[in-house]
């Protein structure tokens, strides 16, 4: 998928893995507004006091009185405090903690629940403090949020949250116990649907920003979402509901390397609904796995999987042997787009900017017939490696604010702000136009964002195509997808959702050159 410009090399593996992409950080489905329906794990997931025999390296000791609890609250306090990710803090602290099984994935739980919700509970933390969240101290702001984060959204007893979490604060902040005493009581008195209609605006009024605290987003993330599915809010409700579950994990079996019925029942999952080379994942860490350890498959969402496909799918007209990559970091689409161009006879080159992404696609790549280049994108045309006219296939996998993989990254949704969107969007379309350029006559472009804002896709695409300079015909992606996906709508563009294809929201437009 197309990661958010700032962060790309701090959300994604090399192999894909991660919390977010494993076992543990799937939990049951939620209801309709997030909360856990599966059994109650505070009661028996407390590790023993013999399991944790003294303090973990590098970090102050602490008392090992709940090690699931203290996982949780150092992994989302490294999100706020220093910027970080969570699915790259998360296994560490796990690892250091030595936490496994249930108490792992109830850390990991709290963890992505937490983060992913972090706007409503801010709303009820500062109603139930009587102060601003953001006037908090962070050691008990972090704490209240994990605390108030069980007792609204699992079954853990709120005597056990409220414990729980006065033992974490006094570890942390010890001054803060009372404080947080008394806010975790205020937040028990009333279950999660009460606060809701309480602190949210009416529907009626301003169903926005209704939506917006009810289901954890920002309300300009809302409005987006609105406007991209034509002004229909029963249908942004249901978007808003599935991006607060849990994504399951997607792996792509390689063509000509993996048969993805064989890889199912090897990783005891299941084909996937709509990509030819897509298994959902029944359990584990991925990056475990064998067929991915030795390049035969590799983690990737099946909407990315479909995009990259519909590329290669395209009619071109002419010659098929050179395939052009140009936004190819982490390496997912490329490990795609090489395995099918060696069984086709084509080649693929893959540009990055980074250095230490273009590794990734190196290490993605190998034994593919791809060649990496680390250079801008936006080059291509004028740099000789990358000249004009010298592609028959391109594909824009373009950075972007990411606010289609919202499921995957929940601190991400909390640090975008509309201010991002001219500068990707000036990005966007140079490196579309660029790609136009360095695509022969007859040959197709896939211009391709993991956002459904309009502005990164439809706005973006149009402007783009209009300034090239050279001629260009909107090619209808729908017919390059798999028959009978629903819910394409009109074309000649595709956009996919996760609550209508289980994908991430991939946009999709596919461009061809004229002479």
């Not at 079996?253 to 609904?273: K, Q, S």
């Not at 498959?297 to 009619?315: I, K, R, Y």
């Not at 993989?405 to 000036?426: C, F, N, V």
């Not at 300079?469 to 390059?480: H, I, K, M, Q, T």
Request: aromatic share 4%; charged share 25%.
């Amino acid at each position: 998928m197309s990661a958010p410009l700032e962060n790309r090399d701090r959300t994604e593996r090399p192999d894909g893995s991660g919390p977010d992409r494993s076992a543990g950080d799937r939990a049951a489905r939620p209801d309709e507004r997030g909360r856990n329906r599966t059994d109650d794990r505070g009661r028996d997931t407390r590790p023993g006091r013999d399991r944790f025999a003294g303090p973990v390296r590098g970090r102050p000791a602490r008392p090992p009185a709940d090690l699931a609890r203290q996982a949780a609250y150092e992994a989302v306090a490294a999100v706020h405090r220093d910027d970080a990710y969570a699915n790259l803090v998360l296994p560490g602290i796990l690892r250091d903690m030595r936490l496994h099984g249930r108490d792992a994935a109830f850390a990991t739980e709290l963890t992505y629940g937490t983060l992913r919700v972090r706007g409503t509970l801010d709303a009820i933390l500062t109603a139930a403090a009587g102060r601003d969240v953001a006037r908090i101290d962070p050691q008990p702001r972090d704490a209240l949020r994990i605390g108030a984060y069980q007792l609204l959204y699992t079954r853990v007893p709120a005597h056990a949250a409220v414990s729980a979490t006065v033992d974490l604060v006094r570890s942390v902040a010890p001054g803060a116990t009372g404080f947080t005493n008394a806010v975790m009581r205020e937040i028990s008195g009333k279950d999660l649907d009460t606060w809701v209609t309480e602190l949210a605006p009416s529907y009626e009024s301003n169903p926005i920003g209704h939506l917006a605290l009810a289901y954890s987003h920002p309300e300009w993330i809302v409005r987006s979402f609105a406007e991209s599915l034509g002004g229909d809010l029963a249908e942004t409700r249901r978007l808003l509901i599935e991006d607060n579950e849990r994504p399951p994990v997607h792996l792509c079996a390689r063509p000509g390397r993996a048969d993805p019925v064989e890889l199912a029942e090897a990783v005891g999952g299941a084909p996937g609904a709509f990509s030819p080379y897509a298994v959902y994942l029944g359990g584990g860490a991925p990056g475990d796995l064998p067929a991915v350890t030795e390049g035969r498959a590799h983690v990737q969402d099946e909407g990315s999987q479909l995009v990259a496909t519909a590329l290669a799918t395209a009619p071109v007209e002419g010659s098929d042997s050179r395939w052009l990559d140009l936004c190819a970091g982490p390496g997912g689409k490329a490990g795609l787009l090489g395995s099918l161009a060696a069984q086709r006879g084509a080649t693929l080159t893959a540009v990055e900017v980074a250095e230490h992404r273009a590794r990734l696609v190196s290490q993605a790549v190998r034994g593919l017939p791809v060649t990496v280049l680390t250079t801008d994108g936006r080059t291509a045309g004028d740099d000789p490696d990358l000249p004009a006219g010298g592609f028959d296939r391109v594909l824009v996998d373009a950075p972007c604010t990411g606010l289609g993989s919202l499921r995957r990254r929940p601190e991400s949704r909390w640090r975008r702000q509309p201010s991002d969107l001219p500068p990707l969007t000036r990005l966007q379309r140079e490196l579309l136009t660029a790609a136009l350029r360095a695509v022969r006559p007859g040959g197709v472009v896939a211009y391709v964002t993991c956002s459904p804002h309009v502005v990164e896709t439809h706005v973006t695409v149009t402007e783009a195509a209009r300034r090239s300079g050279v001629p260009v015909d909107f090619v209808d992606a729908r017919p390059l997808l798999p028959a009978g996906m629903p819910g394409l709508g009109d074309g000649p563009t595709v956009q996919l959702w996760p609550h209508r294809h289980g994908t991430d929201a991939m946009f999709l437009a596919v461009l061809r050159r004229g002479e």
